[in-house]
């Protein structure tokens, strides 16, 4: 059974910094794909950034774009993401995907439970 398990989240003043973690189990998981998503209430869920199973090649939201880095340490089998120059409207639940393949372009198939990010003005 594959679990994923964030931490990390917290508040943080507007222009602050944080780093999410997302430790996986129950597969191989320098085999997947991994990436994030977020959801604030009363929205959909949406893509932030995936990774491909080596790290070679990572997709990121305009939104986020020059500001987050999604990163994966194989050996630790934990995915990053470290968030800088936050702004208040990336408040939101943060959660850890883990996709189907190796590749970006599968399918969200893991959902972690979820880690709470405020940022304050």
């Known amino acids: 059974q594959v679990q994923l398990v964030e931490s990390g989240g917290g508040l943080v003043q507007a222009g602050g910094s944080l780093r999410l973690s997302c430790a996986a189990s129950g597969r191989p998981f320098s085999a997947y794909a991994m990436g994030w998503f977020r959801q604030t209430p009363g929205k959909e869920r949406e893509f932030v950034v995936a990774i491909d199973w080596s790290g070679g090649r990572t997709n990121y939201a305009d939104s986020v774009k020059g500001r987050f880095t999604i990163s994966r340490d194989n050996a630790k089998n934990t995915v990053y993401l470290q968030m800088n120059s936050l702004k208040p409207e990336d408040t939101a639940v943060y959660y850890c995907?883990?996709?189907?393949?190796?590749?970006?372009?599968?399918?969200?198939?893991?959902w972690g439970q979820g880690t709470q990010v405020t940022v304050s003005s």
């Open positions: 995907a883990g996709y189907s393949g190796s590749s970006i372009f599968t399918r969200v198939s893991n």
